[in-house]
């Protein structure tokens, strides 16, 4: 690629994200829109703009955003989005640091080295338009030139710089996780944990098993224990009936004195006619009816687990660290997670068919990386135009066309790319829901880990390797080859992932800040007049989702650092966006469905290190290949220095993630016993995990002793 067609690119992109930015400035303003750009103050009553008098003020663009987002503090941030929100915006500013000070050496050292690497001539810089972006990469230093010993030294001082400024972060959210702790309030899951796999006993029921093992075994800690039913008949029922109910609100809400008919039979052309509103209210009686007479029937559809919830913190952990019975397929134990968090459907799900869930799942998405080649080949083939002459000879007039050939090599590869990805995360979403986890955020903290992987191979290693199947298969079966492979073709793939980092990420982060597909959608409800009868719900930030993508671009700037810097800038130009378009995101419209207490941040230190140990193996081939070997000899040491951090991050601060202390768990028992509400909230403890659909519906009829719950909470 030339640089004028990374201009081109650069100019496209550059118009969107001005366009996106503009248009948010004006919709946001107008009332009808505070659903989709301030879901939170809505929910909270405070939304601005809510009048209807008109205000020419509504028609200007304006950046007033921008300051509310950059004065929002970290305390501001931690009370509305919990500590999973400051990781998330830790991971900008950790990147703003690490980028500003490589992009630094990057562009006024390295940068200038490798365009000067073989004495060009001063003409060449006014012939800049048509240079091709390896110009600006190592790739254009001599072989054996003693300047390529700056770029080991640059290698070696930003590994340093990287490693230390994660040990602070790692330490400040280590410290952070602990203080949100001693802050908090009691919560259920702190005094809960998870039991599953109970063993059977014939004639009596699991709850009478589960009291009977921890009154024995826990006796001066155990306070109360609530066992999983078979519920997912009732969910489809409840939801059913959620759906009848909003139906027939939107058709009251419509038109109240109009009679409203229609036939009973198949698509309401066949059989007698009857009033809608009566039709539906008898119906949805007897879908009550069906609700509660199941309900009635869960006391023998129990599971072999069941949530048991202690008098203090401490002898939840106790039983949660000790193997509880002789067979460790029995009586298996994690931690319970928030009530609210708590992902129902698996339940019933026994030990061996988890484990079969979970090898379906790895090798769906061993299949769906796979799978996923063919889009990288195509988007290979678009970004190669003599590739592309030999696949349809017939384009090639048209391909011969300047603006046609930048166009296709500058922006289509990378916007086609971003479109197949656009399906990815939820597919994992449903991989991981089908592994038997017991929370949502577990099943999004494991969606997560599976799109970086994703990701990381089909991005990079797929383009970088020419998007080959079997080409990469027989590289990683030669693990002598890698160095020597990486060093050739990554510096080849700069041109790609510099007009990747421009599409994929200025234009995404602009359309997050614009959020063009619920607008679409508050728009069609409008028009459909659906707004009464819907139920309103704001939503949560799909970490799953995001934290992967800024990851990827994050490994694009590491180990490009030295090998071609051009990128840097485009990438601090996409980590200013982001940490002011997610500050004003979470501040505005997404809440926090569930708290990790940090958990998602070693994931990014690990992918870090990953992205750090790339690097290091590419220089040590590049050096090889450029007849430096010297060079390739002294860089062998700086992947294993890096391990030994890592090793040292991971026994200091991981275990801060896993668990807490019996130092803080004690103590903060020890606050509580001063605290007045204790005795009321043990009360609420007993039925904290008490299924949803076990609750008593009212949908029809108002609160009469007819309509009260059948099935109590265990005791």
Not at 446 to 469: D, E, Q, R
Not at 624 to 643: D, E, F, H, Q
Request: glycine share 4%; aromatic share 14%; charged share 15%.
């Amino acid at each position: 690629m030339i640089l004028s067609a990374l201009l081109t690119s650069v100019g496209i992109n550059l118009g969107l994200c001005v366009s996106f930015f503009t248009l948010y400035s004006i919709i946001r303003k107008q009332p009808g829109n505070a659903f989709v750009y301030f879901p939170r103050l809505v929910d909270k009553q405070k939304s601005e703009g809510q009048g209807d008098e008109f205000n020419f003020d509504r028609l200007l663009p304006s950046a007033d955003w921008v300051r509310r987002a950059w004065q929002l503090s970290e305390e501001d941030l931690l009370s509305s989005s919990g500590l999973d929100g400051l990781v998330f915006v830790r991971i900008f500013v950790f990147s703003l640091k690490v980028f500003t000070f490589g992009g630094i050496i990057g562009t006024f050292v390295l940068l200038p080295v490798n365009y000067l690497g073989k004495q060009l001539s001063i003409d060449d810089f006014y012939d800049l338009p048509k240079k091709s972006l390896d110009s600006f990469s190592i790739s254009n230093v001599d072989n054996g030139s003693n300047w390529l010993w700056i770029h080991f030294s640059a290698a070696y001082i930003f590994t340093g710089v990287v490693c230390y400024l994660l040990y602070c972060e790692y330490s400040y959210i280590s410290s952070k996780r602990i203080a949100c702790f001693y802050l908090s309030k009691p919560q259920p899951h702190q005094f809960t944990i998870l039991v599953r796999g109970i063993p059977s006993s014939y004639g009596r029921s699991f709850s009478e098993i589960v009291e009977s093992f921890f009154t024995e075994y826990h006796p001066s800690t155990y306070l109360s224990h609530s066992v999983i039913h078979q519920t997912s008949k009732i969910r489809g029922l409840i939801n059913d009936a959620d759906k009848l109910y909003r139906r027939l609100a939107h058709i009251k809400s419509e038109n109240r004195t109009k009679q409203n008919f229609k036939r009973d039979g198949f698509l309401g052309l066949f059989g007698r006619k009857v009033n809608l509103l009566d039709h539906y209210e008898k119906k949805l009686e007897d879908m009550e009816d069906n609700v509660r007479m199941e309900q009635n029937s869960m006391a023998e559809k129990e599971v072999a687990a069941a949530f048991v919830s202690f008098n203090s913190r401490f002898g939840a952990a106790i039983a949660l660290h000790i193997q509880q019975g002789v067979n460790p397929t029995e009586w298996v134990v994690e931690q319970a997670p928030e009530p609210q968090d708590v992902h129902w459907p698996f339940f019933c799900a026994s030990f061996i068919r988890r484990w079969i869930y979970e090898l379906v799942a790895a090798v769906a998405t061993v299949a769906l990386t796979i799978m996923f080649l063919i889009p990288v080949v195509i988007v290979q083939g678009l970004a190669n135009l003599n590739q592309l002459e030999t696949w349809f000879p017939f384009l090639k007039g048209i391909l011969s066309l300047t603006v046609v050939s930048q166009l296709i090599t500058g922006y289509l590869p990378s916007l086609i790319l971003h479109l197949f990805l656009f399906f990815v995360p939820p597919i994992m979403i449903w991989f991981s829901s089908m592994q038997g986890y017991v929370s949502l955020s577990q099943i999004e903290k494991s969606a997560c880990t599976k799109l970086l992987y994703f990701t990381i191979w089909n991005i990079f290693f797929a383009n970088v390797l020419s998007g080959s199947a079997f080409y990469l298969v027989n590289v990683f079966l030669e693990p002598k080859n890698i160095p020597r492979v990486l060093a050739e073709a990554v510096p080849a793939q700069a041109s790609f992932f510099i007009s990747y980092v421009v599409t994929s990420g200025w234009t995404s982060l602009s359309s997050e800040l614009a959020r063009l597909f619920p607008l679409l959608c508050s728009f069609i409800k409008k028009l459909c007049a659906r707004r009464d009868g819907d139920k309103f719900e704001v939503p949560a930030i799909p970490y799953y989702s995001e934290i992967p993508s800024v990851l990827f671009f994050v490994l694009l700037g590491v180990t490009y650092f030295f090998l071609s810097p051009l990128i840097l800038p485009f990438l601090l130009i996409y980590f200013c966006l982001g940490y002011i378009i997610f500050r004003n995101q979470l501040l505005n419209v997404y809440a926090p469905k569930y708290e990790t207490g940090g958990n998602f941040w070693p994931v990014v230190h690990n992918s870090t290190i990953f992205s750090l140990i790339l690097m290091h193996v590419i220089a040590i081939g590049i050096f090889g290949l450029k007849k430096l070997p010297l060079a390739s000899s002294l860089t062998i040491p700086l992947p294993v220095l890096t391990l030994l951090f890592n090793e040292y991050c991971r026994k200091r601060f991981l275990p801060m993630f896993k668990a807490y202390p019996t130092e803080c768990l004690i103590k903060k028992d020890r606050e509580d016993q001063n605290e007045p509400n204790m005795r009321e909230f043990y009360d609420n403890l007993v039925t904290a995990y008490r299924d949803p659909a076990l609750m008593p519906v009212w949908y029809a009829r108002n609160g009469d002793t007819h309509n009260s719950p059948l099935l109590h909470s265990e005791p």
